[in-house]
């Protein structure tokens, strides 16, 4: 009996101690933020030690919460904690086609941000402000740019392509005589070209350098099966199992990279966040990658990108709004922005700092590129609004049926332009 | 096969209270063989739907709930976005003459039979694989439970965890099968597996049976373990060849177990989504009713067209299941000796 009592006041005191130590620690004003950042290539890294120099700063604490590399699965996620009004994470790293879907869930930060959003390009602030509410702050901008092998290029004598017919006749060229040296795997060209978002990305671009419009023109009318998109799918098409390895049918960012980077492929388009990565210390291409605009359609075209890139935005759900708000100031901050660019290649938003010295002396082709980066091809998701993942979905698999050859461009697009009425007529 | 089925045999069934017929049969089986209507009965009916009574429970609110829900929301237009927000739109979800619905969209019959197809090879080659893995282990040789724990590991692994190992080992550049294959010289070229739309769904289907032949193995050899010695011992007396013995004594004795364990896999099947979407995404190749439906919810944040879809899905595995009951005269209760 006596050692259960010792036992039973043991316990109790420990209890007491936990309960009242609890109430002790918890500091009267740090918070605990969540943020969700992507993993492609260093995000996270770059993430992490962002947000907990923040915390640093400010004696709060930060979680961070990694999400999966597809868009199409992140926004999949996003919306099942969202839609349930889900208080896990508080800053969210939203696409630059989202504001449109998830604004809803988001508050206003022009309170907090003191005018900041001034600084950075005009219009990707115009694409997070919903209803005159700033729904999200840029973080960082993308573009898709076309990377190539400076080292083989001067091999065999070329100067980077400035149509996507140079390029194919490159890369056609370059395979070959590299095969023929005895590297058999070496293949021309690599993009994204799995059944997802970054397809629609890819093929936005060459229906764009061919002057084939935005898929759904500003009013939301249906543009999309005309004559010159017909031609660049066409062509896309016709790199498949010649220049490109079919596997690209199923590739993301990473996966393209991977192939790049082991040095198995000339070209590839990416966005610049693979340039610090293939440059890094232990990548087998190291020093011997350029980066140019990508290619244009036929003489007559033009050199485009397709606009990607992130914003971070804070949940209304969110239990610790001024805290989330205050690290969505500090990483959209033009000192953390320059960090990034320096360390990672992820573009900033800030305009200045395009000429920013050591910003440009990491990424040479920020200079030579600004007018990509600026002028890049939106994706139709403001005139579409909340349909717009339907029409990418119809849009990158008509692309995808292309480029497997189970349909020719003529009747893939015709096919789109009935699937995308068929979606128009619930509205967008 | 005696047709000695106890809840026929004419007996005046006791009341069973409403909702609880389906679900009470030991007891209403055992209570038909006294007289009906005692104090004992009633007084095991009582206790017998008193401890059935949690698990009705428990059922009810995790598979009743949402599946009523789903269905009611298959009658709505609520989206994500704002889901307190809906009206009752009828029929719209499934057909009307503005923008077709789901028995009009060329992409959910494509789902369909994607997934029809893939269920139909892949269990019938589960299903074969699995009778003869069950009978090499059904024989006695050394280390026999070390085999049969053995070949139960793909069935242990996780899909989503099997089907994103078998993703990497089927990568065209660094895939460990392309490998093996251009090292044999059987081809010149890489493979995508799971890239190519000719040999998507092969993928997909070959790693199904790699995982879950292991299952029907199992369930084939619980029956086979039943089976009675004496038949054999009669064959062996009269010196019947091998293969009859088992077409004409093995097959039709062990049925049973296979019909239903072909149930299970089938339903399995037929809703079949972890594997498709981690080795090739929403790829139209080898999009599967649950895919889609998936997508359309989840994706298109359209709660109440994904809901049709899903009821749908649920509508077609239903059919096919009495269909397949009834063609292959499957005894689900156990009754029939």
């Known amino acids: 009996m006596r050692r259960i009592d010792r036992y039973l006041g043991a316990v109790f005191a420990g209890a007491t101690f936990t309960v009242f130590s609890a109430f002790a620690v918890t500091p009267s004003q740090a918070a605990t933020v969540s943020i969700s950042c992507g993993a492609v290539g260093q995000e996270l890294e770059l993430c992490r030690t962002g947000a907990e120099a923040w915390a640093k700063d400010t004696g709060n604490e930060v979680v961070i919460v990694s999400t999966p590399n597809s868009s199409t699965e992140r926004l999949a996620l996003y919306q099942q904690i969202l839609s349930a009004g889900g208080s896990d994470i508080d800053v969210y790293q939203i696409d630059v086609i989202w504001p449109g879907i998830l604004g809803s869930h988001f508050i206003d930060l022009a309170p907090y941000t003191d005018g900041a959003q001034d600084a950075h390009f005009p219009a990707i602030v115009e694409n997070n402000t919903i209803d005159g509410e700033l729904k999200a702050m840029p973080w960082f901008t993308d573009a898709g740019v076309l990377y190539y092998r400076k080292d083989l290029l001067e091999k065999h004598g070329m100067a980077p392509p400035t149509t996507w017919s140079d390029m194919a006749d490159a890369g056609a060229k370059i395979q070959k005589a590299e095969r023929d040296e005895g590297n058999d795997r070496m293949y021309g060209y690599v993009f994204q070209g799995r059944a997802y978002e970054g397809l629609t990305c890819n093929a936005l671009e060459w229906v764009d350098s061919y002057g084939g419009g935005e898929i759904i023109d500003a009013n939301g009318e249906i543009t999309i099966n005309n004559p010159q998109a017909i031609a660049a799918l066409d062509e896309a098409g016709s790199w498949m199992n010649e220049i490109v390895p079919e596997g690209v049918l199923n590739y993301a960012e990473e996966e393209a990279r991977g192939v790049f980077q082991s040095g198995n492929a000339v070209f590839m388009r990416n966005w610049p966040y693979a340039w610090a990565l293939a440059n890094s210390a232990d990548s087998p291409v190291k020093d011997k990658v350029g980066v140019v605009a990508l290619p244009k359609g036929g003489a007559d075209g033009k050199s485009t990108g397709t606009l990607g890139g992130w914003q971070l935005a804070v949940a209304k759900y969110s239990d610790n709004q001024d805290a989330a708000a205050d690290l969505v100031r500090y990483l959209t901050s033009e000192k953390e922005q320059k960090r990034r660019a320096i360390e990672a290649s992820y573009n900033p938003t800030i305009k200045a700092l395009y000429e920013d010295e050591e910003v440009l002396a990491a990424n040479p082709f920020f200079g030579s590129l600004y007018d990509t980066f600026v002028n890049a091809v939106a994706r139709p998701s403001r005139p579409t609004g909340d349909k717009y993942n339907r029409v990418s979905s119809a849009f990158w698999n008509a692309s995808h049926a292309v480029l497997s050859g189970k349909q020719s461009a003529t009747d893939a697009l015709a096919d789109l332009e009935n699937q995308l009425k068929s979606v128009k007529r619930r509205g967008w | ?337």
């Open chain 2, 1 to 337: 096969m005696a047709q000695g089925d106890v809840a026929s045999t004419g007996v005046k069934r006791p009341p069973v209270p409403a909702g609880q017929a389906g679900a009470g049969r030991p007891p209403k089986a055992a209570a038909t063989r006294r007289s009906g209507g005692s104090e004992l009965t009633r007084a095991k009916i009582r206790s017998a739907v008193l401890f059935l009574l949690p698990m009705m429970i428990v059922l009810a609110l995790v598979a009743g709930w949402p599946l009523g829900r789903t269905i009611y929301f298959a009658f709505t237009n609520a989206t994500l976005n704002d889901i307190n927000n809906y009206e009752f739109i009828g029929f719209d979800n499934f057909y009307n003459s503005e923008w077709g619905g789901l028995l009009k969209d060329p992409q959910w019959w494509n789902a369909v039979w994607n997934t029809i197809w893939f269920a139909t090879i892949s269990v019938t080659l589960e299903t074969v694989l699995g009778l003869i893995v069950a009978l090499a282990l059904n024989m006695r040789f050394p280390g026999r439970g070390i085999v049969r724990a053995a070949v139960l590991i793909p069935w242990a692994i996780p899909t989503i965890v099997s089907a994103q190992m078998w993703g990497w080992m089927l990568h065209d550049q660094f895939g460990v099968i392309n490998a093996m294959l251009l090292g044999i010289g059987i081809i010149s070229q890489p493979i995508a597996w799971t890239a190519n739309p000719d040999t998507a769904m092969l993928a997909v289907v070959m790693v199904d049976v790699w995982k879950t032949t292991p299952f029907m193995a199992l369930l084939i050899l619980a029956g086979l373990q039943m089976l009675p010695s004496d038949c054999y011992e009669s064959a062996r007396v009269d010196g019947i060849a091998p293969w009859k013995v088992f077409f004409r004594v093995t097959l039709p004795l062990v049925y049973p177990a296979i019909a239903v364990a072909v149930i299970f896999r089938a339903l399995d099947a037929l809703r079949i989504f972890d594997l498709i979407y981690v080795l090739t995404s929403n790829s139209a190749d080898t999009m599967s009713m649950s895919v889609y439906a998936r997508q359309q919810l989840v994706d298109f944040q359209d709660v109440g067209y994904g809901s049709a879809a899903s009821t749908a899905l649920f509508l077609i595995i239903a059919l096919l299941t009495v269909v397949y009951i009834i063609a292959g005269k499957v005894d689900l209760s156990g009754e029939k000796s």
